[in-house]
């Protein structure tokens, strides 16, 4: 009985300190988080563009006052630009230098591959913190199968093997947050390893939420105004559905243009300011003033 | 680990522990990957963190037990189902009928948005079809699939599809990938192997142009119309699954589900049963314009992209809105790289285009090409390669 309510207590000491570090979590990010940092599995988050998957990393980091180490994944990307990389102009020069050098050759071999030539990538960095820190790999469907493969190693035994060097063994676990848009399926052996997540686009409680922290400036009423005129934005069949940064940019936008209030009056002043929610050509072409102006008018 | 943990707790929590433990059995059945050690991380966590509240174990178990978004979606029905008291008969029937009703029910999740009345629907049917087994063959809702594995044609369609897979070539993409031979020298690989040889370049390292596959997106009309050809382009789907990686087969007809999952289920029997549930509605109506509309909501941005070829099969017979069909079309070919349609009826002489459905999706296609058999789409490979690239 006692261990439910203190996990209770916790998950909602976890949403109160990342809603300080400026994140809107539900209780069941909260758990989940909590439990990645039980079990030391990694955390799979998968979503649409722009609901927030970064930003728990970010967020969970402050929270933990950890360091955040980040690695952006793309196409192409290898183990040289993620994990390590000898800095072999350096050891070019160094090799010139010691030839003068009458040490024996063994030596200057250990010499030349030593960690003062070795460049730290994220994943390397990441493993051999003092503390904990906070490992972020974004959008890892566009890194390629093959790099998948390498963080599978990496994730289950947290070591790095450098043929050089030798094997580096994590000091520290970090907590990993991978993120994923899904431009590519992942493998099973990935999915299986971590712990998962989806989230979807915030309901109007959340939204409201977020944008009063983080658009404080913006009066309660016209918050609330605000934020049902996106999620019903969001309820029309677009291309691109606005995310929550797109929410958080056109309140910036319409507090600049100094509209305080969302009717059907102003429907030609928010057209104006709709190039900061609504992202293509043919989405932009839906909302006409009538089209506006009925949205306005039930906000 | 299960003992030990158990071994703390009340004969209460001792029942409650193995009843967890036993929920992975029926995510399984459900159709969910998960594996031994997720029991065992289950009990851990469980003996950690409490069991008795319920939010806390839903998420925790949510997060712990599901893969990918599908199985996210379909997680609290099926938490509900087994952790709830039960308010219906499911527990009064066998196991294999409970389970089945499920998946079901999974599958109906997969179709999305259709109305409450459609499901209800789905439940009658199958009902009809336990009571009237001898006709079994003639219910609309227990199509006959063993079709699906009979071995003649399967090792011609095979052939062919592996012929298919190994011409169709991989696009060249922007970014560069080292290689033992090419035209641009990569310098600094070049320099980081001469470290090797005292810092004299005695091997060089070239770059050239990435290449992959373009994914492809199979969209499969399985209404009446097209009856006679539904089986024969699922045995083509199930062995172009096998041989690409990134292929993704919807079924359609008065909405669409995904049936990738199931076409790659090695048990080909097991494929069978779970097409089976899937195909609730199978050779019914068409909605064209309303299920591409359905796709292009649900999976569109996730699934199509610059590099993605769409290959709809359908004799274009519609009953939905031609306006919402031209829509939904324009919609995908924007987002797509090519859009080919195969139709069956193309090549009978006396074929003309006519079905309101067909002229309405001309504007948007890279190819429309016959395919009623084999030897039709044999004689359409060249172009069918030709026009995904």
Not at chain 1, 15 to 41: H, P
Not at chain 1, 134 to 156: G, H, K, N, P, Q
Not at chain 2, 55 to 68: D, E, G, Q, Y
């Amino acid at each position: 009985m006692t261990l439910a309510d203190d996990r209770i207590a916790d998950i909602a000491g976890l949403q109160g300190q990342l809603e300080s570090a400026g994140y809107v979590a539900e209780a069941s990010l909260a758990a989940t988080l909590l439990l990645t940092l039980d079990l030391g599995r990694p955390l799979l988050v998968e979503g649409d563009a722009g609901v927030g998957k970064t930003e728990i990393a970010k967020a969970f980091a402050t929270v933990r006052s950890a360091r955040l180490i980040r690695l952006q994944c793309y196409e192409g990307l290898d183990v040289h630009a993620a994990m390590y990389e000898w800095n072999y102009q350096r050891q070019l020069l160094a090799i010139k230098l010691l030839e003068q050098d009458d040490r024996p050759l063994a030596d200057k071999e250990k010499d030349i591959f030593s960690e003062t030539y070795l460049l730290k990538r994220p994943l390397l960095e990441a493993i051999s913190c003092d503390e904990p820190p906070v490992l972020l790999i974004d959008e890892v469907d566009r890194a390629d199968e093959a790099f998948e493969a390498y963080l599978l190693e990496l994730l289950s035994d947290f070591q790095i093997s450098i043929p050089e060097l030798g094997t580096v063994k994590a000091i520290t676990r970090p907590l990993v947050i991978i993120t994923s848009n899904g431009t590519r399926e992942l493998s099973d052996a990935l999915r299986r390893r971590c712990l998962y997540q989806f989230i979807d686009y915030p309901d109007f409680a959340k939204e409201l939420a977020i944008v009063k922290i983080k658009a404080p400036q913006a009066a309660d009423e016209f918050a609330r105004q605000v934020v049902a005129f996106v999620q019903q934005v969001r309820r029309m069949e677009l291309q691109k559905k606005p995310g929550i940064a797109e929410t958080l940019d056109w309140t910036a936008a319409l507090l600049r243009m100094g509209i305080t209030v969302i009717d059907d009056d102003g429907a030609d002043r928010i057209i104006d300011t709709l190039s900061a929610l609504i992202k293509t050509r043919e989405d932009r072409t839906e909302f006409t003033p009538d089209v506006v102006a009925r949205i306005a008018a039930t906000c | 680990m299960l003992t030990t943990a158990a071994a703390e707790r009340s004969d209460i929590g001792n029942f409650l522990l193995t009843r967890i433990a036993g929920f992975t059995g029926f995510l399984h059945a459900n159709g969910y990957g998960v594996s031994a050690a997720d029991s065992v991380d289950i009990v851990d966590t469980a003996a950690q963190t409490g069991i008795l509240n319920q939010p806390v174990l839903r998420w925790n178990l949510k997060s712990l037990l599901c893969k990918r978004y599908e199985e996210w979606q379909r997680f609290d029905a099926l938490f509900d189902a087994f952790f709830l008291p039960p308010n219906k008969s499911v527990f009064e029937q066998s196991d294999a009928a409970a389970d089945s009703e499920e998946v079901t029910g999974g599958g109906d999740d997969d179709g999305a948005h259709e109305s409450p009345a459609m499901i209800d629907d789905a439940v009658v049917d199958e009902t009809d079809a336990a009571g009237h087994g001898a006709s079994r063959g003639e219910n609309l809702s227990s199509t006959d699939f063993s079709e699906l594995n009979q071995a003649d044609q399967a090792r011609k369609v095979e052939a062919l599809m592996r012929r298919l897979a190994r011409r169709l070539k991989h696009l060249k993409l922007r970014r560069e990938v080292r290689s033992t031979r090419g035209r641009r020298l990569d310098l600094q690989s070049t320099i980081r192997q001469s470290v090797a040889s005292g810092g004299t370049p005695l091997r060089l390292a070239w770059k050239t142009h990435r290449r992959v596959r373009p994914r492809l997106v199979l969209l499969l009309d399985v209404s009446r119309s097209m009856n006679a050809y539904s089986f024969f382009y699922l045995r083509l789907a199930r062995a172009l699954c096998n041989e690409l990686k990134d292929v993704h087969c919807f079924i359609f007809h008065t909405r669409i589900t995904s049936v990738g999952e199931a076409l790659r289920d090695p048990d080909p029997w097991r494929a069978q049963e779970r097409l089976n549930v899937l195909a609730v509605g199978w050779a019914g109506g068409t909605r064209i314009g309303e299920c591409l509309q359905a796709f292009n909501r649900e999976q569109g941005s996730r699934l199509v992209h610059s590099r993605t070829g769409v290959i709809i099969v359908s004799d274009g017979y519609d009953t939905g809105d031609t306006a919402q069909l031209a829509d939904a079309l324009g919609t995908l070919r924007r987002r797509a790289r090519r859009m080919v349609w195969l139709n069956p009826l193309l090549n009978r002489p006396d074929y003309t285009p006519v079905a309101s459905g067909m002229r309405a999706a001309m504007p948007y296609l890279d190819l429309l090409a016959p395919g009623a058999d084999l030897a039709a789409i044999e004689r359409v490979l060249p172009q069918l390669i030709e026009s995904l690239q």
